[in-house]
């Protein structure tokens, strides 16, 4: 149990165009989700944080215009890259947190490899 | 506000010897501390986490931790690396398990044969 999985796995697209990444949790109801974004050979930063039924949280400097994030149901988030630049090349990856027997729990998605052209 | 060192980009390691991989924190309350795997173009894999109790964690795939208060860190130990073994680990802190992580930069282990 507590599969999380990411759609598409990878994605390539023009510069200009937006791109929307799916994030669900198979096997649990995730009331809260996670967006990190990981740079070539780099660690994974925090972009914001999705809350079902609420507005995302963004972490200082992620532009929250750009970079859409949808929380409609208890199993999926969507990340949608707004007019997207070769900056906003990057692995996706997301979690979902998850309660059980009163202790919390966060489990990662595989990631989304986005390259813009 | 809550950071994550890991002092080693790189470590390489022949194949059966021991594997520590350093990590540091800063957090201002009781930390989450947890270690994950990431192998090339994957998502992250969890090895181990401490929330409290006994100081010394252990792992799927052979791997333990030990966490030291005084020290700051969580450092993460196998003792006999295996060539599977060779990927990115990751060292984080969070102020809960279902709470937003902070990453260390990482460490990339490549295995020796």
């Known amino acids: 149990g507590a599969v999380v999985s990411q759609h598409p796995s990878r994605v390539i697209c023009k510069s200009g165009t937006s791109v929307k990444i799916e994030c669900r949790s198979l096997?649990?109801?995730?009331?809260?989700m996670f967006w990190y974004r990981q740079f070539p050979k780099k660690s994974l930063m925090l972009m914001a944080t999705?809350?079902?039924?609420?507005?995302?949280?963004?972490e200082q400097g992620v532009e929250k215009d750009k970079f859409l994030i949808n929380h409609a149901s208890l199993t999926l988030s969507t990340l949608t890259v707004t007019s997207a630049h070769p900056e906003d090349s990057s692995f996706y990856i997301c979690?979902?947190?998850?309660?059980?027997?009163?202790?919390?729990?966060?489990?990662f998605g595989p990631g989304t490899r986005l390259t813009v052209l | 506000a809550q950071s994550v060192t890991q002092p080693d980009i790189h470590i390489t390691v022949s194949e059966g010897a021991s594997l520590e991989l350093r990590c540091n924190y800063s957090?201002?309350?009781?930390?989450?501390l947890f270690w994950y795997v990431q192998s090339p173009g994957q998502g992250l894999q969890l090895l181990l986490k401490y929330f409290s109790g006994d100081t010394l964690v252990q792992g799927i795939k052979g791997f333990e931790a030990e966490f030291k208060r005084s020290q700051s860190s969580f450092n993460l130990r196998k003792p006999s690396v295996h060539w599977s073994d060779a990927a990115e680990y990751f060292c984080a802190v969070g102020a809960a398990a279902g709470n937003k992580l902070t990453f260390g930069g990482g460490t990339r282990v490549l295995v020796k044969p």
């Open positions: 096997d649990f109801q995730a009331t809260t």
């Open positions: 979690s979902a947190g998850r309660r059980l027997a009163g202790a919390d729990e966060q489990f």
């Open positions: 999705s809350n079902e039924g609420s507005k995302a949280t963004y």
């Open positions: 957090y201002g309350a009781t930390p989450y």
